[in-house]
Nanobody
C-alpha cells in the first residue's frame, strides 16, 4: 500500500513537503513516482526516483523548485515543493512501479500501485 500525506492550502511562493509511505507489495518496486491531476486535466508526471540508486527525474515545469528523495530505511519517499505557484494546484498521487523502465517513467500506466492522493492548493 501507499499512503500519501502533506498536502494543504498555501500561498504563492510557499513550500510544502509531501510524503509517501510504502508497505507490503509496494516494497518490491523499482521506482517511486509523484503524479498530479488538476480538475478537468489528465494525470501528469511530476517526479520519480529509483529505490536502488539516486537517479531522479522531473517534469520541466518543476525542475529547480521540487526535489524528490527517498529514505530506504523508512520506506518513505518525499517531494519537497518550493516556490509553489497556482498552477501547481492539483491532487498529488504517489505511485510505485515494479518493472517500470526509464523510458516509461513518465507514463502513469507503467506504475502498478497508487496512493490515495493528497490535495495541494496554491492561492495567488
Amino acid at each position: 500500500q501507499l499512503q500519501a500525506s502533506g498536502g494543504g492550502l498555501v500561498q504563492t511562493g510557499s513550500s510544502l513537503r509531501l510524503s509517501c509511505a510504502a508497505s507490503g507489495r509496494t516494497l518490491s518496486s523499482r521506482v517511486m513516482g509523484w503524479f498530479r491531476q488538476a480538475p478537468g486535466k489528465e494525470r501528469e508526471f511530476v517526479a520519480a526516483v529509483r529505490w536502488s540508486a539516486s537517479y531522479t527525474y522531473y517534469t520541466d515545469s518543476v525542475k529547480g523548485r521540487f526535489t524528490i528523495s527517498r529514505d530506504n530505511t523508512k520506506n518513505m519517499v518525499h517531494l519537497q515543493m518550493n516556490s509553489l505557484k497556482p498552477e501547481d494546484t492539483a491532487v498529488y498521487y504517489c505511485a510505485a512501479g515494479v518493472r517500470t523502465i526509464t523510458t516509461m517513467i513518465r507514463v502513469p500506466s507503467s506504475y502498478d500501485y497508487w496512493g490515495q492522493g493528497t490535495q495541494v492548493t496554491v492561492s495567488s
